[in-house]
């Protein structure tokens, strides 16, 4: 009895064959010869957006002001206007330290207030 259940394993790992020998391997079950190498991706160049550099999104609900800029169109200054939050003006320019880039708590602005957009050196 304990022949037969050892032929019947056998013959059930080998793959339904009737043979104990192993089954032929494909070149899809052999792995690649070290000289063979896969090919490797190429670094894709991205560009880092310049945090020191503010771009305009336009007036918002909670900014509202004028925006002064140098003589290539670059934002580098926002007069507040009523109803202008110091969230609403970072959103509007890309950044979120104006605050600190005009030494202020952000909580404390007013209309009229001249905030520099320009990084501080």
Do not use: H
Request: proline share 11%; with cysteine; hydrophobic share 35%.
């Amino acid at each position: 009895m304990t022949i037969a259940v050892l032929t019947l394993a056998a013959t059930a790992l080998a793959g339904c064959t009737g043979s104990t020998e192993a089954a032929p391997s494909t070149s899809a079950d052999t792995a690649p010869s070290p000289s063979a190498s896969a090919p490797t991706p190429s670094a894709t160049p991205t560009l880092d957006p310049e945090p020191d550099v503010p771009c305009d999104n336009g007036p918002n609900d909670s900014a509202t002001g004028t925006v002064e800029t140098n003589e290539s169109g670059v934002p580098i200054a926002y007069i507040v206007e009523a109803g202008d939050t110091m969230w609403g003006i970072n959103n509007r320019f890309c950044l979120d330290d104006v605050a600190e880039r005009n030494g202020i708590n952000p909580g404390q602005i007013y209309p009229g207030d001249r905030l520099t957009l320009e990084a501080r050196g």
